[in-house]
């Protein structure tokens, strides 16, 4: 089972701050991915990485941005707080290479709720 | 483009009686599937995948799931269904290879409820 951290895990914000979500993962994995998750519903990806210095924009078009500077890190950021950035925010790691390094582990997310 | 369906948003059983969630998918090739579990506030784990070879799988917790290519579905399964696994279940197919390599869409999940 691969070890992937998320902090906070809850964060209450009033509109305008700037916040940043942590994801760390002590598994060497490669690929590092950001979902977002309204209550009830599907995962939508919104940011994905295969490696050190390459971030992509996933599926939902989201107004965060994500950096990699370190194999471990996949840091999440939001400029600016808005109401509609009230969401569950998950992160998952996969391995490079192969069919079967396909396969996602997720952090325990964080649930942002912006005021 | 890739696609999950899984039919039913809510399932009720009774602790003790058997188990199947269904998901249908939609991908043009050979897809990789998963079932994941959620619990409340928790994030996701793998509860059991599909690569190649055998269409039954087997995963953690008890749980197996069937891929017939023939109905494009990738059913879950329990013979007797615990009230710890009172839950969300996801289902998500995977892409094999090109741009989109790696990445997963996932299915609505089902909500599991588990009567005494």
């Known amino acids: 089972e691969a070890d992937i951290y998320q902090t906070p895990r809850y964060l209450v914000i009033g509109t305008g701050k700037k916040i940043t979500l942590e994801c760390s993962q002590t598994?060497?994995?490669?690929?590092m991915y950001w979902y977002q998750q309204d209550p009830g519903m599907e995962l939508h990806l919104i940011h994905y990485?295969?490696?050190?210095?390459?971030?992509e924009k996933g599926d939902l078009s989201s107004e965060s941005t994500v950096s990699r500077i370190r194999t471990e890190h996949f840091p999440l950021t939001l400029e600016s707080a808005r109401p509609s950035h009230t969401s569950q925010y998950l992160c998952?790691?996969?391995?490079?290479?192969?069919?079967?390094?396909?396969?996602?582990?997720f952090g325990p997310g964080t649930r942002l709720t912006v005021l | 483009a890739q696609s999950v369906t899984q039919p039913d948003i809510h399932i009720t059983v009774s602790e003790g009686a058997s188990l199947e969630l269904r998901c249908n998918y939609s991908y043009g090739a050979t897809p990789y599937l998963f079932w994941y579990v959620q619990s409340p506030g928790q994030g996701l784990q793998l509860l059991l995948k599909?690569?190649?070879?055998?269409?039954l799988v087997q995963g953690i917790k008890g749980f197996e799931a069937e891929f017939k290519r023939s109905q494009s579905s990738f059913n879950l399964r329990k013979p007797s269904v615990h009230w710890s696994d009172a839950a969300e279940y996801f289902c998500a197919v995977g892409n094999a290879g090109g741009t989109s390599y790696g990445k997963l869409t996932f299915g609505q999940g089902t909500i599991l409820t588990v009567h005494p």
């Open positions: 990485s295969y490696g050190v210095n390459s971030t």
């Open positions: 599909y690569f190649s070879g055998d269409t």
């Open positions: 598994m060497g994995h490669d690929k």
């Open positions: 998952a790691s996969s391995r490079r290479g192969g069919a079967s390094t396909d396969t996602q582990y």
